[in-house]
């Protein structure tokens, strides 16, 4: 798969024998290839992709900026070009949410594997004042990000970024909210995240009627980056992979 600038996803580790695949959908201001050294545990059997939003990384000459709308379905179109494998899906925070969006859409999905993402925009208490700007300027001030950090030119190019995937989270966060999906579903969450608080994580079983699970990791909203946490997440997706591929949970 060509990895120009106009592409959304790209492979971040191939695998000649490509018995499974796990597509990763990274956290706001982040790109695919931050998660190289985190999946590097998978067995040399998993081919990796990775999704990169605009902005960032192999899309920098991009502006830091997208919809729903145009995210979906030219990820979609793209995961749909690569050969069949039993494929499960991985999103961290912001993610966790685009990862939803594209299973829904038609995206090749057999699992979802989610970390320290809200679950849809019931899970977020609601807004001091009325109005999706006034909503927006909260999530943003959440992140230290002034309420006009999408205009303002004196950010560094990794806030404005940030403050752009935020904007995103926002959409995906509403957008999200009536979507079904059949496949398995694994949440996870840090004991100690400010944003995505433990109770919050059952909530994910709304989002499908197959078999879900939830499970707490020591660790703040980043902890899969730490060995500790990487271990956690390896060893869920490895039990999502392996269920996937041999058809005991599959769609």
Do not use: K
């Not at 749909?80 to 859409?105: I, N, R």
């Not at 004196?154 to 403050?163: C, N, V």
Request: aromatic fraction near 4%.
């Amino acid at each position: 798969m060509a990895s120009h600038s106009e592409d959304w996803t790209h492979v971040l580790r191939p695998s000649a024998d490509r018995g499974s695949r796990v597509v990763v959908f990274p956290h706001a201001g982040a790109g695919a290839q931050r998660y190289a050294s985190v999946l590097a545990g998978l067995p040399e059997t998993v081919e990796v992709v990775g999704v990169t939003l605009p902005g960032r990384e192999r899309r920098a000459s991009l502006a830091p900026r997208t919809t729903l709308a145009a995210a979906v379905p030219g990820i979609c179109e793209e995961l749909s070009a690569l050969e069949p494998a039993p494929t499960v899906f991985y999103g961290h925070s912001l993610g966790g949410l685009l990862a939803l969006a594209v299973a829904d859409a038609g995206g090749h999905c057999d699992g979802l594997v989610v970390s320290c993402s809200q679950p849809g925009a019931r899970s977020r208490p609601r807004p001091q004042l009325p109005g999706t700007a006034a909503e927006l300027a909260e999530i943003l001030a959440g992140h230290r990000l002034p309420a006009d950090a999408l205009h303002n030119p004196s950010l560094s190019p990794a806030r404005r970024i940030l403050a752009h995937d935020l904007a995103l989270a926002r959409d995906a966060l509403r957008a999200v909210e009536p979507l079904r999906l059949t496949v398995p579903v694994t949440a996870l969450a840090g004991t100690d995240d400010p944003l995505v608080p433990p109770d919050a994580l059952p909530l994910w079983a709304r989002f499908t009627s197959g078999p879900f699970r939830c499970r707490l990791a020591r660790g703040g909203h980043f902890f899969p980056f730490t060995p500790y946490g990487q271990g956690v997440l390896l060893e869920e997706l490895s039990a999502s992979l392996t269920a996937v591929r041999t058809g005991a949970l599959v769609h």
